[in-house]
Antibody
Framework: QLQLQESGPGLVKPSETLSLTCTVS??????????WGWIRQPPGKGLEWIGR???????FYNPSLRSRVTISVDTSKNQFSLKLSSVTAADTAVYYC????????????WGRGTLVTVSS | DIQMTQSPSSLSASVGDRVTLTCRAS??????LNWYQQKPGKAPQLLIY???SLQSGVPSRFSGSGSGTDFTLTISSLQPEDFATYYC??????????FGQGTRLEI
């Protein structure tokens, strides 16, 4: 059974770079034609899509975050990663990694999420 | 960007009630509309994709309908475990997915 698990620091200082990794277990990240994505949710608020990546490495990002976001994939480790630079308190959120179906239309499998707080 | 607006923002209901949640897109999105359920402290879970297709393992009391700009999620008979927040999400623009602000379903 495929599972996703986010990992990374829970506290990041303002102006620094937030780095998270999503480890895929129970299956290969590159064995099927799925997309992989990141979504975040500020405390008490709604969901915001950050970006997505195909196992080949092609990416699409939310235009509002594009200048600060990098998503990459490491098929040898069965992981994909998120980097968000120049963070502020507004980037404090629960960050989820998720799988999109092969058409890239919907998020059918989610990680549990990890809270990242931006504070000095 | 395509904006998604859900109504109502919150809804009080009782076990056994039939409830309908609404999601409206700022432009036509055909049937590229998905619904998720989120319980406190948990990740969202996919309920409905492509406006009306039931995700595997989701109870049949959940159903979705609509196309173009107006969509609904109906729960035919509320169960205690259904009290949660529900989000719609458009994937018509696969370069910019957007979610609605959510509808909180309360007892």
């Amino acid at each position: 059974q495929l599972q996703l698990q986010e990992s990374g620091p829970g506290l990041v200082k303002p102006s620094e770079t937030l780095s998270l990794t999503c480890t895929v277990s129970g299956g290969s990240i590159s064995s099927s034609s799925y997309y992989w994505g990141w979504i975040r949710q500020p405390p008490g608020k709604g969901l915001e899509w950050i970006g997505r990546i195909y196992y080949s490495g092609s990416t699409f990002y939310n235009p509002s975050l594009r200048s600060r976001v990098t998503i990459s994939v490491d098929t040898s480790k069965n992981q994909f990663s998120l980097k968000l630079s120049s963070v502020t308190a507004a980037d404090t959120a629960v960050y989820y990694c998720a799988r999109l179906d092969s058409g890239g239309w919907y998020f059918d499998l989610w990680g549990r999420g990890t809270l990242v707080t931006v504070s000095s | 960007d395509i904006q998604m607006t859900q109504s109502p923002s919150s809804l009080s209901a009782s076990v056994g009630d039939r409830v309908t949640l609404t999601c409206r897109a700022s432009q036509s999105i055909s049937s590229y509309l998905n619904w998720y359920q989120q319980k406190p402290g948990k990740a969202p879970q996919l309920l409905i994709y492509a406006a009306s297709s039931l995700q595997s393992g989701v109870p049949s009391r959940f159903s979705g309908s609509g196309s173009g700009t107006d969509f609904t999620l109906t729960i035919s008979s509320l169960q205690p475990e259904d009290f949660a927040t529900y989000y719609c999400q458009q994937s018509y623009s696969a370069l910019m997915y957007t979610f609605g602000q959510g509808t909180r379903l309360e007892i």
